[in-house]
Nanobody, 123 residues
Framework: QVQLVESGGGSVQAGGSLRLSCAAS????????MAWFRQPPGKEREGVAA???????SYADSVKGRFTISRDNAKNTVYLQMNSLKPEDTAMYYC?????????????????WGQGTQVTVSS
């Protein structure tokens, strides 16, 4: 059973930065797509960024140029570096994992999820 634990959330002012981490355990050696999703208050969960086992990445248009997803396979950890944060980035951020390649469309149907970490950006 894959387990995911996020950390690194917090409160920052607009223009600031945060780095989220997601520690994964329970891997069986299969290739996994790792992704970050977020859910703003009162809204649906949306895909933010994804990275496959070979390092290929994809991003939501709203975060391109500001967020960077990366992974350290030796540590089984995925990161989301968030720069130039905006109030509209305020949300609960979730790490997710899916065996195989990352999907073309990042929808919240991944089988494995972390508990989430809150990011709050004030203006």
């Amino acid at each position: 059973q894959v387990q995911l634990v996020e950390s690194g959330g917090g409160s920052v002012q607009a223009g600031g930065s945060l780095r989220l981490s997601c520690a994964a355990s329970g891997y069986t050696g299969r290739r996994y797509c790792m992704a970050w999703f977020r859910q703003p208050p009162g809204k649906e969960r949306e895909g933010v960024a994804a990275i496959d086992s070979d390092g290929g990445t994809s991003y939501a248009d709203s975060v391109k140029g500001r967020f960077t997803i990366s992974r350290d396979n030796a540590k089984n950890t995925v990161y989301l570096q968030m720069n130039s944060l905006k109030p509209e980035d305020t949300a609960m951020y979730y790490c997710a994992a899916d065996p195989g390649a990352c999907p073309y469309i990042l929808s919240p149907v991944f089988p494995y999820w972390g508990q989430g970490t809150q990011v709050t950006v004030s203006s």
